[in-house]
Protein backbone atom coordinates (compact mmCIF):
# COMPACT_ATOMS: atom_id res chain seq x y z
CA UNK A 1 0.00 0.00 0.00
CA UNK A 2 1.11 3.42 -1.05
CA UNK A 3 2.12 6.38 1.64
CA UNK A 4 -1.06 8.41 -0.20
CA UNK A 5 -3.24 5.02 -0.10
CA UNK A 6 -2.81 4.53 3.74
CA UNK A 7 -3.25 8.32 4.55
CA UNK A 8 -6.91 7.96 2.81
CA UNK A 9 -7.23 4.62 4.51
CA UNK A 10 -6.80 6.83 7.78
CA UNK A 11 -8.60 9.69 6.79
CA UNK A 12 -11.87 7.09 6.08
CA UNK A 13 -11.55 5.51 9.31
CA UNK A 14 -11.36 8.37 11.00
CA UNK A 15 -14.31 9.70 9.85
CA UNK A 16 -15.97 6.84 10.14
CA UNK A 17 -15.48 6.65 13.30
CA UNK A 18 -16.80 10.39 14.51
CA UNK A 19 -19.81 9.79 12.86
CA UNK A 20 -20.67 6.59 14.09
CA UNK A 21 -20.03 8.32 17.40
CA UNK A 22 -22.25 11.50 16.36
CA UNK A 23 -24.80 9.01 15.34
CA UNK A 24 -24.29 6.83 18.61
CA UNK A 25 -25.07 10.08 20.60
CA UNK A 26 -28.18 11.38 18.59
CA UNK A 27 -29.93 7.58 19.61
CA UNK A 28 -29.00 8.63 22.87
CA UNK A 29 -26.42 5.18 23.15
CA UNK A 30 -24.03 7.02 24.51
CA UNK A 31 -24.33 8.91 27.34
CA UNK A 32 -23.70 12.85 27.34
CA UNK A 33 -20.88 12.48 29.64
CA UNK A 34 -18.81 10.79 27.22
CA UNK A 35 -18.89 13.29 24.37
CA UNK A 36 -17.35 15.96 26.96
CA UNK A 37 -14.53 13.91 28.07
CA UNK A 38 -13.95 12.46 24.32
CA UNK A 39 -14.22 15.90 22.22
CA UNK A 40 -12.26 18.00 25.16
CA UNK A 41 -8.97 19.57 24.14
CA UNK A 42 -7.11 16.40 25.93
CA UNK A 43 -9.53 13.96 24.53
CA UNK A 44 -8.22 15.47 21.07
CA UNK A 45 -4.53 15.11 22.39
CA UNK A 46 -5.19 11.53 22.80
CA UNK A 47 -7.14 10.28 19.80
CA UNK A 48 -4.02 12.21 18.20
CA UNK A 49 -1.63 10.23 19.94
CA UNK A 50 -3.71 6.66 19.26
CA UNK A 51 -3.42 7.53 15.62
CA UNK A 52 0.35 8.23 15.46
CA UNK A 53 0.50 5.19 17.76
CA UNK A 54 -1.17 2.99 15.33
CA UNK A 55 0.37 4.43 12.32
CA UNK A 56 3.89 4.84 13.59
CA UNK A 57 4.61 2.11 15.96
CA UNK A 58 7.50 3.11 18.55
CA UNK A 59 7.38 6.93 17.98
CA UNK A 60 7.72 9.01 20.97
CA UNK A 61 4.73 11.33 19.83
CA UNK A 62 2.17 9.29 20.23
CA UNK A 63 2.67 8.55 24.22
CA UNK A 64 3.88 11.90 24.60
CA UNK A 65 0.64 13.57 23.74
CA UNK A 66 -1.39 10.57 25.31
CA UNK A 67 0.35 11.10 28.38
CA UNK A 68 0.07 15.02 28.06
CA UNK A 69 -4.15 14.57 27.61
CA UNK A 70 -4.14 11.62 30.04
CA UNK A 71 -3.11 13.60 32.94
CA UNK A 72 -5.54 16.11 31.87
CA UNK A 73 -8.13 13.50 31.55
CA UNK A 74 -7.49 12.08 35.04
CA UNK A 75 -7.38 15.17 36.58
CA UNK A 76 -10.92 16.67 35.41
CA UNK A 77 -12.32 12.83 36.53
CA UNK A 78 -10.85 13.82 40.14
CA UNK A 79 -8.68 10.71 40.23
CA UNK A 80 -5.34 13.08 39.71
CA UNK A 81 -4.63 16.29 42.02
CA UNK A 82 -4.44 19.50 40.30
CA UNK A 83 -1.71 19.65 38.54
CA UNK A 84 -0.41 23.05 37.45
CA UNK A 85 0.88 24.11 34.13
CA UNK A 86 4.19 25.53 35.41
CA UNK A 87 4.89 21.98 36.46
CA UNK A 88 3.23 20.01 33.64
CA UNK A 89 5.91 21.97 31.07
CA UNK A 90 9.11 21.40 32.68
CA UNK A 91 7.73 17.25 33.32
CA UNK A 92 8.00 17.60 29.27
CA UNK A 93 11.04 18.92 28.53
CA UNK A 94 12.89 16.43 31.16
CA UNK A 95 10.27 13.68 29.04
CA UNK A 96 12.20 14.84 26.22
CA UNK A 97 15.84 15.15 27.37
CA UNK A 98 15.21 11.57 28.95
CA UNK A 99 14.16 10.23 25.25
CA UNK A 100 17.40 12.52 23.51
CA UNK A 101 19.80 10.33 26.21
CA UNK A 102 17.93 7.12 25.05
CA UNK A 103 18.63 8.01 21.95
CA UNK A 104 22.15 8.69 22.09
CA UNK A 105 21.98 5.02 23.20
CA UNK A 106 20.45 3.28 21.35
CA UNK A 107 21.89 4.30 17.88
CA UNK A 108 26.00 4.23 17.39
CA UNK A 109 27.07 6.25 14.78
CA UNK A 110 30.74 5.76 13.61
CA UNK A 111 33.25 8.48 14.35
CA UNK A 112 35.58 10.09 12.17
CA UNK A 113 36.30 10.07 8.67
CA UNK A 114 36.91 7.62 5.97
CA UNK A 115 40.33 7.12 4.64
CA UNK A 116 40.13 9.21 1.76
CA UNK A 117 38.91 11.82 4.00
CA UNK A 118 34.94 11.59 3.16
CA UNK A 119 32.48 11.84 5.55
CA UNK A 120 29.95 8.64 5.04
CA UNK A 121 28.28 9.40 8.40
CA UNK A 122 27.10 12.50 10.27
CA UNK A 123 27.08 12.91 13.64
CA UNK A 124 26.79 16.73 14.88
CA UNK A 125 24.69 18.15 17.75
CA UNK A 126 23.92 22.36 17.97
CA UNK A 127 23.11 23.14 21.30
CA UNK A 128 23.20 27.27 21.67
CA UNK A 129 24.44 27.61 18.20
CA UNK A 130 25.09 25.87 14.87
CA UNK A 131 26.77 26.49 11.76
CA UNK A 132 27.53 25.00 7.90
CA UNK A 133 28.58 22.04 6.71
CA UNK A 134 29.71 20.65 4.01
CA UNK A 135 29.20 16.49 3.89
CA UNK A 136 31.57 14.98 0.53
CA UNK A 137 31.17 11.23 0.77
CA UNK A 138 30.79 8.41 -2.14
CA UNK A 139 29.20 6.06 -0.23
CA UNK A 140 26.98 8.35 3.00
CA UNK A 141 25.27 6.30 4.58
CA UNK A 142 23.32 8.72 7.18
CA UNK A 143 23.74 9.60 10.43
CA UNK A 144 22.40 11.83 13.61
CA UNK A 145 21.86 15.35 14.32
CA UNK A 146 20.94 16.92 17.26
CA UNK A 147 19.51 20.29 16.86
CA UNK A 148 18.40 22.38 20.85
CA UNK A 149 18.69 25.58 21.09
CA UNK A 150 20.35 26.29 17.60
CA UNK A 151 20.61 24.32 14.24
CA UNK A 152 22.71 24.51 10.96
CA UNK A 153 22.92 23.69 7.45
CA UNK A 154 23.91 20.32 5.94
CA UNK A 155 24.91 20.04 1.99
CA UNK A 156 24.70 16.50 0.68
CA UNK A 157 25.01 17.89 -3.01
CA UNK A 158 28.47 16.55 -3.00
CA UNK A 159 27.83 13.19 -1.96
CA UNK A 160 26.62 10.02 -3.02
CA UNK A 161 24.32 7.45 -1.36
CA UNK A 162 25.23 4.16 -0.45
CA UNK A 163 24.17 1.62 -2.83
CA UNK A 164 24.29 -1.17 -0.16
CA UNK A 165 22.81 0.00 2.79
CA UNK A 166 19.57 1.58 3.86
CA UNK A 167 20.56 5.60 4.12
CA UNK A 168 18.71 6.60 7.73
CA UNK A 169 19.32 10.62 8.76
CA UNK A 170 17.92 10.64 12.19
CA UNK A 171 16.95 14.25 13.15
CA UNK A 172 15.79 15.53 16.80
CA UNK A 173 15.01 19.15 17.72
CA UNK A 174 13.89 20.77 20.05
CA UNK A 175 13.45 24.85 20.48
CA UNK A 176 15.90 24.63 17.43
CA UNK A 177 15.92 22.84 14.10
CA UNK A 178 17.79 21.68 10.94
CA UNK A 179 18.69 22.17 6.70
CA UNK A 180 19.45 19.55 4.72
CA UNK A 181 20.16 20.14 1.26
CA UNK A 182 20.24 17.35 -1.39
CA UNK A 183 21.19 16.55 -4.69
CA UNK A 184 17.83 16.51 -7.22
CA UNK A 185 18.32 13.41 -8.47
CA UNK A 186 18.03 11.77 -4.66
CA UNK A 187 15.04 10.18 -3.45
CA UNK A 188 14.27 11.52 0.20
CA UNK A 189 11.13 10.05 2.25
CA UNK A 190 10.57 12.25 5.31
CA UNK A 191 9.17 9.79 8.49
CA UNK A 192 10.24 12.89 11.22
CA UNK A 193 7.24 12.76 14.15
CA UNK A 194 6.64 16.62 15.11
CA UNK A 195 4.96 18.09 18.30
CA UNK A 196 4.36 21.60 18.12
CA UNK A 197 6.50 21.98 15.03
CA UNK A 198 7.00 20.38 11.77
CA UNK A 199 9.59 19.18 9.36
CA UNK A 200 8.84 20.12 5.79
CA UNK A 201 10.63 19.19 2.12
CA UNK A 202 11.12 22.40 0.18
CA UNK A 203 12.90 20.66 -2.67
CA UNK A 204 12.58 21.80 -6.14
CA UNK A 205 10.35 19.98 -8.78
CA UNK A 206 12.71 18.59 -10.91
CA UNK A 207 11.80 19.12 -15.35
CA UNK A 208 10.29 16.39 -17.05
CA UNK A 209 14.51 15.55 -18.51
CA UNK A 210 15.89 15.14 -15.20
CA UNK A 211 14.15 11.85 -13.34
CA UNK A 212 15.33 10.35 -10.22
CA UNK A 213 17.02 7.79 -9.61
CA UNK A 214 15.08 4.83 -7.73
CA UNK A 215 18.37 3.78 -6.07
CA UNK A 216 19.09 6.63 -4.51
CA UNK A 217 16.66 6.49 -1.40
CA UNK A 218 17.59 8.85 1.84
CA UNK A 219 15.05 8.38 5.12
CA UNK A 220 15.10 10.98 7.13
CA UNK A 221 13.65 10.04 10.27
CA UNK A 222 13.39 11.44 13.90
CA UNK A 223 11.59 13.55 16.01
CA UNK A 224 10.96 17.29 16.60
CA UNK A 225 9.39 19.72 19.50
CA UNK A 226 8.80 23.16 19.01
CA UNK A 227 11.15 22.91 16.66
CA UNK A 228 11.39 21.58 13.19
CA UNK A 229 13.47 21.68 9.65
CA UNK A 230 12.99 21.30 6.32
CA UNK A 231 15.06 19.42 3.09
CA UNK A 232 16.15 21.37 0.17
CA UNK A 233 17.88 20.82 -3.48
Not at 3 to 25: C, D, E, M
Not at 124 to 143: A, C, L, P
Not at 170 to 185: C, L, N
Amino acid sequence: MSRTQSKNLTLGVVLILIGSLFLAKNLHVLPYDFFHYLFNWYGWLIMIGLVIMIKHPGRPAGYVLIGIGGIFLLQDLDYLPYIHARIIWPLILIGAGIYYIIRQQQKEIPKGEAPDGSMDFIDDTNIFGGGDVIVESDSFKGGRISSIFGGGSYDLRKSKLSPDTKNVLDVFAMFGGSTIIVPQDWNVRIEVTALFGGFSDKRKTLSGSSVKDPRKQLYVKGFVMFGGGEVKS
